[in-house]
């Protein structure tokens, strides 16, 4: 069985690579914009990822990185980055070697990210919002 940390982080990644090439665009999203393969897919493995995208779509929004609301049948109406989603992600901590945030890693990859990548994004954003919250205490 894979980290459940690690796939977390790789669907964080993955919800937030959907909304930065949206920019600011409200939108619903649905579990399979963002999950490749399993849209009508009715094993257990794919109600799994599904509750795992609803999962990580409400800690993003209790999080406040977006905001959003939920929807049945595995949709979230209203999604869009805020203000903290947008720095954290534009922040060039994500690569301090080359000075590059997750948003131009995003950019300059395209559709060409891979679980690696999406994992990496969601890990940084997951200790950027922890460090936050250890230095307000």
Request: proline residues 3%; negative net charge; charged residues 20%.
């Amino acid at each position: 069985m894979a980290d459940p940390f690690d796939e977390s982080f790789e669907m964080v990644g993955k919800i937030l690579a959907h909304l930065l090439k949206t920019g600011l665009l409200q939108l619903d999203l649905e579990a399979e914009r963002v999950i490749e393969g399993y849209k009508n897919d009715d094993s257990n493995e794919a109600y799994r990822i599904r509750d795992l995208f609803c999962s990580v779509m409400h800690w993003l929004i209790n999080e406040g990185l977006i905001t959003g609301y939920g929807s049945p049948y595995y949709t979230f109406g209203g999604v869009q980055l805020t203000a903290k989603g947008i720095v954290a992600l534009q922040s060039p901590k994500f690569d301090p070697v080359k000075a590059m945030s997750a948003a131009s890693v995003v950019a300059d990859k395209g559709e060409d990210l891979s679980g690696e990548t999406y994992s990496k994004i969601g890990s940084f954003i997951g200790g950027l919002i922890g460090g936050l919250s250890q230095s307000v205490g």
